[in-house]
Every structure is written in structure tokens, then in C-alpha cells.
């Protein structure tokens, strides 16, 4: 097997938590091209492990010192239907052909558990196998609209920590589109939905915030999973109750970890790797360490707000695509 991007990953500014322990990533695969079996042989060819739960449309296989990894045909009714059987032929049949339909239109996911970020680069051979499979990424549909998903664990869950992400991300999201070219099938879904400007705004006008401001202007603007940085799961492991009564959604798993769902899956690309889209979101980490220019950004965010027009988003972008690179953050 060829051994493409087989290098490390670069470190994020804070590497463990406020306990002391390393920070854990989890990354989530779609793409087609190869159907569910084929993808769970390739996993357990380079990564080892032990099959411990599987139905017609997911696959749990628990990985030693790695841990589960969840495979599966990307369709809430398939995975409902695959996890009671029908007890008759007919029924049997009629389950065949729903995954049979869905391996044409709907994408298998691969999701990855937490891992410690300093052993990310253990994860390069499963992506390989999967290229070398025949693994076919965004540009494969025009329907489905595959990506990759980063859940990054948070270094503290407080306010403070909290809300130099958001502005972080606040002032990035536009740049993040434009610079890393995401897929126009993605763009017009409604899945990466930006944060509206009036939210962008209203975050980086705060300096000293509370947990409860930072639910209430979040909840208010975005109710809703479809987020390019989606922090309902991180909003939820704080408080559980307060996120469900704003957003009735069960697949709202609460975690202490961002949810970023803008970068494509480029898998079938020679040179692709997953260290792609982890840059990215490394953008956003080193400027969220950086709380001076944070404050500096915000400044110069809400002084280019024209009269009646807003921000000149593609102004905003050339100024960030600069500011980032005379300051080596990119």
C-alpha cells in the first residue's frame, strides 16, 4: 500500500485540557464509491479491531487503544429498519433494496472516536486503505453533498475560553468558505449554513461574557443543528435542558467539543489527506489564543459596517486573507 501523508499532524496552541489531559479529536467521513462492507474490511485491515455490533446498515468496530469507530449507510430510516430485521422473506427483500438504493444516493460515514490530537496521525492508513478502495469524496454527488466533520475537544468548558472561539470563528467563517473552496453543492445546502451577520456582530461587541449570554445570543440566532460550527453538542454538555427546550432535536449529542462541518471530503484526491481539513480548523485555534488581536479584529469588523449594506464580505475576506498572513497564522 502506498504511503501517502503519513505526517504528523500540527499541534493546536493548547494541547491539553484545564485537567492536564490531551485534547481529542473525532473526525467523521462521508463519501461513496465503496459500500459498507468494503468499508469496514478496509478499516480493520490497517487498524485492527473486533466487530462488536452490526446490523444491515451499521457496523460498531472497536479498535484497542484507538476505541469504537462507527460504520454505517448515512440514512436514519435504513439504520431504523436495519436495527429490527423483518422476520419474513418479503421483508427481507424489501431491506435489500432499501440499501441497495441508498449505496446509490446516500454516503457511508465513517466516524472516528475521540483520539488524543498528538495520535491523529495514526488515522492516515484507514484513509489511505479507503483511497486505495476507490473512496469518492464531495465532487462524487451532487445530492448528498459529502464532508468532513472535526469535533475538537474544547481546552476548559468556561465562559471566557468559550467565547474567544466564537469570535475566533466569527471573524474567519467568510475566509474559511472562500479560502478552502468549499463545494457549491455544500454551499447551497443547508447543512453548513453560515452564523447570520447580526449574531457575528452582536458576539464580537462583547468582552467580558457570561455562560447565559453566550446561550441566549447563540440560541437566539442559530436553533438549529444546520452550522457550519454547529456548538449545540458543546452548548448541551453544559446544559442539556436548555439546548432541548430551544431545539427539539434528539440527534444533539451532548460533548465538550466543537462541531466544525464546513470542509469537503476530497478522499479520491491523490494528495488529500486529513490534515486538509484539520488546518482549517487550525486557523481558527491559533487566532482563539490570540486574545489581543481578537480585540483588534473585532474593532476593525464593526468599524467597516457600511450604512445600510453591512460588511463588504469579500472586502472582509482580502483583509483576513492579509492580516493572516503577515501574522504567520497561515
Same mark, same amino acid.
Given at each position: 500500500?502506498?504511503?501517502?501523508?503519513?505526517?504528523?499532524?500540527?499541534?493546536?496552541?493548547? =494541547?491539553?485540557?484545564?485537567?492536564?489531559?490531551?485534547?481529542?479529536?473525532?473526525?467523521?467521513?462521508?463519501?461513496?464509491?465503496? %459500500? *459498507?462492507? =468494503?468499508?469496514?474490511?478496509?478499516?480493520?485491515? @490497517? *487498524?485492527?479491531?473486533?466487530?462488536? !455490533?452490526?446490523?444491515?446498515?451499521?457496523?460498531?468496530?472497536? @479498535?484497542?487503544?484507538?476505541?469504537?469507530?462507527?460504520?454505517?449507510?448515512?440514512?436514519?430510516?435504513?439504520?431504523?429498519?436495519?436495527?429490527?430485521?423483518?422476520?419474513?422473506?418479503?421483508?427481507?427483500?424489501?431491506?435489500?433494496?432499501?440499501?441497495?438504493?441508498?449505496?446509490?444516493?446516500?454516503?457511508?460515514?465513517? +466516524?472516528?472516536?475521540?483520539?488524543?490530537?498528538?495520535?491523529?496521525?495514526?488515522?492516515?492508513?484507514?484513509?489511505?486503505?479507503?483511497?486505495?478502495?476507490?473512496?469518492?469524496?464531495?465532487?462524487?454527488?451532487?445530492?448528498?453533498?459529502?464532508? +468532513?466533520?472535526?469535533?475538537?475537544?474544547?481546552?476548559? *468548558?468556561?465562559?471566557?475560553?468559550?467565547?474567544?472561539?466564537?469570535?475566533?470563528?466569527?471573524?474567519?467563517?467568510?475566509?474559511?468558505?472562500?479560502?478552502?473552496?468549499?463545494?457549491?453543492?455544500? /454551499?447551497?445546502?443547508?447543512?453548513?449554513?453560515?452564523?447570520?451577520? !447580526?449574531?457575528?456582530?452582536?458576539?464580537?461587541?462583547?468582552?467580558?461574557?457570561?455562560?447565559?449570554?453566550?446561550?441566549?445570543?447563540?440560541?437566539? &440566532?442559530?436553533?438549529?443543528?444546520?452550522?457550519?460550527?454547529?456548538?449545540?453538542?458543546?452548548?448541551?454538555?453544559?446544559?442539556?435542558?436548555?439546548?432541548?427546550?430551544? @431545539?427539539?432535536?434528539?440527534?444533539?449529542?451532548?460533548?465538550?467539543?466543537?462541531?466544525?462541518?464546513?470542509?469537503?471530503? &476530497?478522499?479520491?484526491?491523490?494528495?488529500?489527506?486529513?490534515?486538509?481539513?484539520?488546518?482549517?480548523?487550525?486557523?481558527?485555534?491559533?487566532?482563539?489564543?490570540?486574545?489581543? %488581536?481578537?480585540?483588534?479584529?473585532?474593532?476593525?469588523?464593526?468599524?467597516?459596517?457600511?450604512?445600510?449594506?453591512?460588511?463588504? /464580505?469579500? %472586502?472582509?475576506?482580502?483583509?483576513?486573507?492579509?492580516?493572516?498572513?503577515?501574522?504567520?497564522? +497561515?
Amino acid at each position: 500500500m502506498n504511503n501517502f501523508n503519513a505526517t504528523a499532524f500540527e499541534m493546536p496552541p493548547r =494541547q491539553n485540557t484545564e485537567g492536564g489531559k490531551p485534547r481529542r479529536v473525532g473526525f467523521e467521513l462521508e463519501f461513496s464509491g465503496i %459500500d *459498507l462492507a =468494503q468499508t469496514v474490511d478496509c478499516v480493520r485491515a @490497517v *487498524l485492527g479491531g473486533e466487530v462488536t !455490533a452490526q446490523t444491515e446498515a451499521e457496523v460498531e468496530l472497536k @479498535v484497542e487503544g484507538l476505541g469504537t469507530f462507527n460504520l454505517e449507510i448515512d440514512w436514519a430510516y435504513l439504520k431504523h429498519m436495519a436495527a429490527e430485521p423483518p422476520v419474513t422473506e418479503l421483508g427481507q427483500d424489501w431491506l435489500e433494496l432499501l440499501k441497495q438504493a441508498a449505496e446509490l444516493v446516500v454516503p457511508i460515514e465513517v +466516524v472516528c472516536p475521540p483520539i488524543a490530537v498528538s495520535r491523529l496521525v495514526e488515522l492516515s492508513p484507514m484513509v489511505n486503505a479507503l483511497k486505495e478502495a476507490g473512496a469518492m469524496g464531495t465532487e462524487e454527488s451532487l445530492i448528498s453533498a459529502y464532508g +468532513v466533520h472535526i469535533n475538537t475537544e474544547i481546552p476548559a *468548558l468556561d465562559a471566557a475560553t468559550l467565547q474567544t472561539y466564537i469570535q475566533a470563528y466569527a471573524l474567519l467563517q467568510w475566509w474559511l468558505v472562500d479560502t478552502h473552496k468549499v463545494d457549491v453543492a455544500r /454551499r447551497i445546502s443547508p447543512y453548513i449554513n453560515l452564523y447570520p451577520e !447580526a449574531y457575528l456582530k452582536q458576539v464580537l461587541l462583547q468582552t467580558e461574557v457570561t455562560m447565559d449570554q453566550i446561550f441566549d445570543a447563540y440560541l437566539q &440566532h442559530n436553533p438549529s443543528r444546520n452550522r457550519a460550527l454547529d456548538l449545540l453538542p458543546l452548548l448541551a454538555e453544559i446544559d442539556e435542558q436548555r439546548v432541548r427546550r430551544a @431545539v427539539d432535536d434528539p440527534r444533539i449529542k451532548a460533548r465538550p467539543a466543537f462541531h466544525y462541518r464546513l470542509p469537503d471530503c &476530497h478522499i479520491e484526491q491523490t494528495d488529500w489527506s486529513l490534515q486538509v481539513p484539520w488546518s482549517s480548523w487550525l486557523v481558527v485555534e491559533k487566532l482563539a489564543s490570540r486574545p489581543q %488581536d481578537l480585540k483588534k479584529l473585532a474593532t476593525h469588523f464593526l468599524n467597516s459596517e457600511r450604512p445600510l449594506l453591512d460588511v463588504s /464580505r469579500s %472586502d472582509w475576506v482580502e483583509f483576513m486573507d492579509q492580516w493572516l498572513q503577515d501574522h504567520e497564522l +497561515v
